[in-house]
């Protein structure tokens, strides 16, 4: 789960009305700073959601907050569609595996490890919290643990997504190379396709066709991220025909309300999948045309930045709070929305903390080598694309 740059801030929008085209072959790609807004949005429900599941308001509150934030996982879905959209987008043909696979280690591992680091600590010193056992720890490092669903929530919970990132960067290199020989037909052909797989996949979960949920196994969540991808690259070809951003974002409102009425877990992608994949697509073309958008403006594109930080600590953090306001303690209005607050502001400071102290800097020492070696020529048009390949 990481964020796109906002270096498209200081660059000329398209004017309105020019065709839906991608940049040359040899360009670097244009940034959409509305998919790091959009990024932030998606961060939101999953820490309302996490906020609801631990019980901070009762009654009334308790019901409300439940409506508004019970389908909240489904932001994940989200994360999944855009991270192979942003992949793909920025993604050139002469990038090299070895190359893409180390830029993602840079991006996500240092978060992930100092997230980790602080679990772990939690697991040992605070009272009632699981310990993880040394396979189990082993797993989450190596973001392995979700490909067995037993522990697929152990230290970092949230973290189980970064090994389904994981499975997705393992295999975009061959992906990438399969939609630059697809026409137009093809990545339709691959889309419905993938479609059609998250559809037979929520059948089988809903019937308990296999022995465990599917919802966290990575291979499961693939046909998400393969969705992202050939819409991204039906834009870069200038044939993305889809709605624009108010009539998709309506649509991924629509289908966020409905996942209460399917089975919970793996089935709630199929209410959002439309949504999402049209949404994103249309935030990206507003952002090529110029067009107006409430998820480009700098403060919310500033949030979407720290939006990777954001959902990798915010769990810890109301964990931490259980030492202190117990298990589900039911507050009233009032004091459901200070405590509420109190924990993203602390959330929000730990994200800003991690991405200025640890994402940043540490991204910049594991690439620095690499770019310190590359020939003089190469290296401007490489930093471009590192910039727009921070999804």
């Not at 200081?10 to 072959?25: E, K, L, N, V």
């Not at 509305?34 to 932030?40: A, E, I, Q, Y």
């Not at 291979?219 to 070809?237: H, K, S």
């Not at 690499?370 to 590192?386: D, G, K, L, M, N």
Request: proline letters at 7%.
């Amino acid at each position: 789960m990481t964020t796109a740059t906002t270096r498209a801030l200081r660059t000329p929008p398209a004017r309105p009305g020019a065709a839906t085209t991608g940049p040359p072959a040899t360009a670097a790609p244009p940034s959409l700073p509305s998919l790091t807004g959009l990024r932030w949005m998606a961060a939101l429900l999953v820490f309302g959601l996490h906020v609801n599941n631990f019980g901070y308001f009762g009654g009334t509150g308790g019901r409300f907050v439940h409506w508004a934030f019970g389908a909240g996982a489904t932001g994940v879905s989200f994360f999944f569609v855009l991270s192979g959209f942003v992949l793909t987008w920025s993604a050139r043909p002469r990038d090299r595996a070895l190359a893409f696979w180390r830029r993602r280690i840079a991006r996500i591992y240092p978060v992930h490890l100092a997230t980790l680091a602080v679990a772990f600590v939690m697991a040992y010193t605070l009272a009632r919290q699981p310990r993880p056992t040394a396979r189990q720890a082993l797993a989450n490092v190596l973001l392995l643990h979700s490909w067995w669903q037993p522990w697929w929530q152990t230290l970092n919970p949230v973290s189980w997504s970064l090994a389904c990132e994981a499975f997705f960067y393992a295999a975009f290199p061959l992906l990438f190379l399969v939609l630059r020989r697809l026409g137009v037909r093809g990545s339709l052909v691959l889309g419905g396709l993938s479609v059609a797989a998250v559809l037979v996949l929520a059948r089988a979960d809903a019937h308990h066709w296999w022995t465990h949920p599917v919802y966290s196994f990575p291979a499961a969540r693939l046909p998400e991220f393969v969705l992202g991808a050939v819409t991204a690259r039906l834009v870069l070809l200038g044939r993305w025909r889809g709605p624009g951003l108010e009539a998709s974002l309506a649509l991924a409102v629509i289908g966020y309300f409905m996942v209460p009425q399917v089975t919970p877990g793996y089935s709630a992608t199929v209410c959002t999948l439309a949504g999402f994949t049209l949404l994103i697509p249309a935030a990206a073309v507003a952002d090529l045309h110029g067009l107006p958008s409430l998820w480009r403006r700098r403060r919310t594109v500033r949030l979407g930045e720290l939006s990777f930080a954001f959902y990798m600590v915010h769990l810890l953090v109301l964990r931490a709070g259980t030492a202190v306001l117990g298990k589900k303690p039911h507050f009233g209005p009032l004091e459901g929305v200070a405590v509420t607050a109190v924990v993203f502001t602390v959330s929000l400071g730990l994200s800003w903390l991690l991405y200025e102290a640890v994402e940043c800097p540490a991204r910049r020492l594991l690439l620095r080598r690499r770019r310190r070696s590359a020939r003089p020529e190469t290296v401007p048009a490489r930093r471009e694309a590192s910039a727009a390949a921070r999804d």
